[in-house]
């Protein structure tokens, strides 16, 4: 049974680079979930999907964030340009309607 | 609003002692969902538990148990008999419908749980 996968888990990156994180979604699902976890913030939603469509981008913190969803089993969350304080793991998670969520390993990204 | 507040940032106790995580929501929402999840020393965040605000009833999972408590928003975490591999951060999330947001979780920031041998 394959959970949510990401890619990279790990990814190290200077300052002003683009950064593209991948998700896949468990099989099924129509929910569709970017968060962030920081120290200073926590947890924090980015934005959501349902059924591919983004329902919900008021946790992008700027525009240099995006997210696309093209279809039922795969989605990016790109920040171009990356700075330092994007610092942060980011968790992809899905669910099936209001369901739990099931979230990803995380991919850990260091902006230098 | 909505609010996940754990007032607890960190917890130690020694193994086989029993530890309570306590969990206060608020929400304007007549129906709305909690959480509990666990993310290991490892970094994933593992679910543990939901329950809908209709349902009160206290719930029990081996060693785990629930306590939700509309009367007082609190939706609190009991470890019994508390073993090292509990060592975790434990997150309690509120999902509700307010506002049209469906779906998504608010997040408290975690309590720490040091389980010591």
Known sequence: DAGVIQSPRHEVTEMGQEVTLRCKPISGHDYLFWYRQTMMRGLELLIYFNNNVPIDDSGMPEDRFSAKMPNASFSTLKIQPSEPRDSAVYFCASSFRRGEQFFGPGTRLTVL | ?117
Do not use: H, M
Not at chain 2, 62 to 72: C, D, E, L, P, V
């Open chain 2, 1 to 117: 609003a909505q609010k996940v507040t754990q007032a607890q940032t960190e917890i130690s106790v020694v193994e086989k002692e029993d530890v309570t995580l306590d969990c206060v929501y608020e929400t304007r929402d007549t129906t709305y969902y909690l959480f509990w999840y666990k993310q290991p020393p490892s970094g994933e965040l593992v679910f543990l538990i939901r329950r809908n605000s209709f349902d009160e009833q206290n719930e029990i999972s081996g060693r785990y148990s629930w306590n939700f408590q509309k009367s007082t928003s609190s939706f609190n975490f009991t470890i019994t008999a508390s073993q090292v591999v509990d060592s975790a951060v434990y997150f309690c999330a509120l999902s509700s419908n307010y506002g049209g947001s469906q779906g998504n979780l608010i997040f408290g920031k975690g309590t720490k749980l040091s389980v010591k041998p």
